[in-house]
């Protein structure tokens, strides 16, 4: 990537992480753009599950190592360490909204990433490399993506039932999504398995984990009952034990690393 994507006009080096918008035709598909740059190496950066898939632009001899890579939406907490002064570039899709642009079955990328070419080829996927490579601005970066997908299209019952669940934060039935989109239980699964890799059921379960850990604060010591019913837990140890297995932490370990400054989760994002 070329110096000019790390000039004054990107967010400071000691913003880790910052999100973009998209443009008003992609806000149903897109949750956001965002970018990170570390001032300094993070041993393990944290990226919890959160029911999304990315397109990650990275420059040439990054981690990734490839430009240009999709990855697919996640069933537990990963960590990756990261050089100093690496700069990533990403658009994150809500949930089932990548398989119209991505072309690539969402349940053969579940916990892993793929390079772009192997979904888009490798003509279309470096014209966008060089683009993006050329790029001097967020803002640049972010049109020079959005014109490489494919025109968006009004979402059809299976994106409009995942998107009713992204906006209840996980807490409605398999049966209410099914009825929405006019499909039967069994149906529904297999649809929303094809467009996130995701059951209904451990979707909701990922969705009402990720609106929790907004609420996982070190300043509410104690409240992890009430933080619990807020969230729609049985009960407390219900929430111990989902924080256990998507994130790899209990709650109160959790909120003590993110009081610590330590960079925050993409998958943190309250407004989700």
Excluded at 37 to 44: F, G, H, I, Q
Excluded at 85 to 113: K, N, Y
Excluded at 125 to 150: D, W
Excluded at 181 to 187: D, E, I, K, N, T
Aim: include cysteine; charge should be positive.
């Amino acid at each position: 990537m070329p110096a000019s994507l790390l000039r004054s006009n990107f967010p400071p080096m000691t913003l880790r992480y910052q999100e973009f918008p998209p443009s008003a035709r992609f806000a149903a598909h897109i949750e956001c753009f965002w970018s990170h740059c570390a001032e300094e190496p993070l041993p393990s950066f944290r990226v919890l599950p959160d029911g999304c898939s990315d397109i990650i632009f990275e420059r040439p001899g990054g981690r990734l190592g490839r430009g240009l890579i999709i990855v697919g939406a996640m069933t537990r907490s990963q960590s990756f360490a990261l050089p100093p002064r690496q700069f990533s570039f990403g658009v994150r899709f809500r949930p089932a909204m990548a398989a119209r642009f991505l072309r690539v079955p969402a349940p053969e990328i579940l916990d892993s990433t793929i390079a772009l070419a192997d979904a888009w080829g490798a003509a279309r996927t470096r014209r966008l490399l060089e683009q993006l490579g050329e790029s001097n601005s967020p803002a640049e970066i972010i049109r020079r993506l959005e014109a490489a997908l494919p025109p968006p299209q009004a979402l059809d019952p299976i994106e409009r039932a995942v998107a009713w669940l992204v906006h209840n934060r996980g807490q409605l039935s398999v049966g209410d999504l099914a009825d929405a989109s006019s499909l039967s239980p069994r149906q529904f699964r297999r649809s929303c398995l094809r467009r996130t890799g995701l059951t209904p059921k451990r979707l909701a379960r990922i969705l009402r984990f990720r609106h929790a850990t907004s609420h996982a604060q070190p300043a509410r010591p104690g409240g992890w009952a009430d933080i619990a019913l807020e969230c729609g837990y049985y009960d407390q140890a219900h929430l111990i034990n989902e924080f256990r297995e998507f994130s790899g932490l209990p709650p109160a370990e959790f909120a003590a690393d993110a009081g610590a400054g330590l960079p925050p989760s993409p998958a943190q994002n309250p407004a989700a």
